[in-house]
Nanobody, 125 residues
Framework: QVQLRESGGGLVQAGGSLRVSCVASGRTFSRAALGWLRHAPGKEREFVAG????????YYADPVKGRFTISRDNAKNTVYMQMNSLKPEDTAVYYC??????????????????WGQGTQVTVSS
């Protein structure tokens, strides 16, 4: 069992930066691939970034490559996503999610076993 709680969302102007964090509880956190996904109004939930079990591999969706960085601190049971050069189209509820027992992060939202409650990120133009 893994419980996830996000924080760090907010309102920022285009071109600005935010860092979202996700604290996990549960003994299986260190053996879970982690992902950040987002859900914008009128759109499907989509994968944003992911990180392997050990943190040695990262994955990014094309729209955020070069702008977003995912990281994790297993000692703190926390995963982060630094978001730079934010655009209005990045506006969404951002969720962290865990895929337990899997080394590689998956880009398929339905593959994730556990989800946080989400944090709103709004980018104004």
């Amino acid at each position: 069992q893994v419980q996830l709680r996000e924080s760090g969302g907010g309102l920022v102007q285009a071109g600005g930066s935010l860092r979202v964090s996700c604290v996990a509880s549960g003994r299986t956190f260190s053996r879970a691939a982690l992902g950040w996904l987002r859900h914008a109004p009128g759109k499907e939930r989509e994968f944003v970034a992911g990180m392997s079990w050990t943190g040695s591999r990262t994955y990014y969706a094309d729209p955020v490559k070069g702008r977003f960085t995912i990281s994790r601190d297993n000692a703190k049971n926390t995963v982060y996503m630094q978001m730079n050069s934010l655009k209005p189209e990045d506006t969404a509820v951002y969720y962290c999610a865990a895929h337990v027992g899997t080394y590689y992060a998956t880009p398929i939202p339905s593959d994730y076993d556990y989800w946080g409650q989400g944090t709103q990120v709004t980018v104004s133009s």
